[in-house]
């Protein structure tokens, strides 16, 4: 006899991002790895369940002569989310998300990046609203990243992105989060999440980026290019979990030379 159907447990404190729910709040890409074995191994230890494909980078189809990274990490396993790395302009942007809901059958959830400059990799912020507006037209659900402006991050949600990925620094540098006033101030005026996306180089800027109230985070370049890939990944993952857990429980106000002993002083025993 067949045991009654039972709905699936609700997900404690989950991330929702165009209306879906997700347990883990670390999003990773899968660029720079030796392998796709490599690649697979990294994104398990890490517990992430949306991981970023570069669309004009890696193979996913267009190549059907070539290893494709729907081989060893399946859509059916993980949720994709086609970004635009290596675009110059709104014009190549849309082309290119286009492209990846072909290849994705209709996949709406994606990330926009439009480059300023190779050298540097900031975003043009005047393209990335250019390339946002039309894509959200055309029924695209637009993560987007952006610089750590706050009027650019409001105008990005007002044309109906689903989420907010202002740089902690730029991409690739490891540096850490370089302004986190400004990621404050875009955090408490959003209503859609925010993610910190690229400057991340180790677990502590992870954790310090969800301390902050960042919904999640958004990296590549920390794990791949670590000495161990797959334990920076499981580093990321606890990092992250712990820099939530400690936002939610509040922390304790700083006090500039206003010592305070652990124990109380009154009532001491003898």
């Not at 706050?150 to 370089?178: D, F, H, K, Q, T």
């Not at 969800?210 to 990296?219: I, Q, S």
């Not at 334990?231 to 305070?260: C, D, I, N, Q, T």
Request: hydrophobic content about 50%.
């Amino acid at each position: 006899m067949n045991a009654p159907h039972m709905p699936a447990p609700a997900i404690a404190d989950p991330l929702i991002i165009a209306g879906r729910a997700f347990r883990s709040r670390l999003l990773v890409g899968t660029g720079k790895y030796r392998d796709f074995v490599e690649t697979r191994d990294a994104i398990v230890a890490s517990g992430a369940e949306i991981v970023t494909v570069a669309i004009r980078r890696t193979n996913i189809g267009q190549d059907p002569n070539a290893p494709s990274l729907l081989d060893a990490v399946p859509p059916s396993e993980f949720t994709y989310l086609p970004n635009t790395a290596g675009c110059y302009s709104a014009d190549d942007a849309v082309r290119t998300l286009r492209l990846a809901r072909e290849l994705l059958d209709g996949h709406a959830l994606v990330k926009l990046e439009v480059l300023g400059d190779p050298h540097t990799l900031f975003p043009n912020v005047r393209e990335t609203l250019k390339a946002a507006e039309t894509l959200v037209k055309d029924d695209f659900q637009v993560m987007v990243y952006t610089s750590d402006d706050p009027i650019i991050a409001r105008e990005l949600e007002a044309i109906g992105c689903v989420a907010i990925m202002p740089l902690a620094s730029l991409i690739g540098s490891g540096m850490g989060i370089l302004n986190p006033w400004n990621l404050k101030l875009i955090i408490e005026a959003a209503k859609v999440p925010v993610l910190v996306d690229a400057g991340v180089g180790t677990a502590s800027d992870a954790a310090i980026a969800m301390e902050l109230g960042c919904a999640g985070v958004l990296m590549n370049t920390a794990i791949a290019l670590a000495q161990d890939p797959v334990r920076m990944a499981r580093a990321m993952k606890l990092a992250v979990v712990a820099g939530r857990e400690a936002f939610l429980a509040g922390r304790m106000p700083r006090k500039l030379y206003a010592a305070s002993p652990s124990s109380p002083s009154s009532g001491l025993i003898g």
